[in-house]
């Protein structure tokens, strides 16, 4: 018995994933819990032109990172912060921050995707690490200056 599963299912496929199981453990199982559909043939069409679909807009938006990530390549950030006598700030520099100099500069990006290599506790250069996508990442200097 052909199904097409509409989710993740531990030890026999992904979404979208068309599988061949045992008649009870799909009609008994898979279907009843919401795992997974029959696989008919108009249901094989919709899952093909849902999968070129996601593929189209998975291309897209991949390609806007490409570019952000190109444009970002040049941006060197100065971001201020109230420190001590030594350089060591108080607080620390965090990815909010970092996201308000980005827009200052006309760039909008999530500051869920900003990270850092080490943490900017004092003053000092440091990088952050932008994930626009899974497959394109990049890295922006900036320097920690006391106000």
Known sequence: ????LKQDVKHLGEKDDIVVVKPGY???YLIPQGFAAMATPSAKKVLAENIKQAQFKQDKIK??????????ESVKLTIGAKAGESGKIFGK????????????????????????????KQLGEYIANLNLHKEVKVQIPFEVIAE
């Open 93 to 120: 520099v965090n990815s909010i921050q970092i996201a308000d100099a980005l827009k200052a500069q006309g760039f909008e990006v999530d500051r869920r995707r900003i990270t850092f290599e080490t943490e900017p």
């Open 26 to 28: 799909g009609r008994n």
């Open 63 to 72: 390609k806007d990172a490409t570019e952000l990530a190109a444009k970002l």
């Open 1 to 4: 018995m052909e199904v097409i």
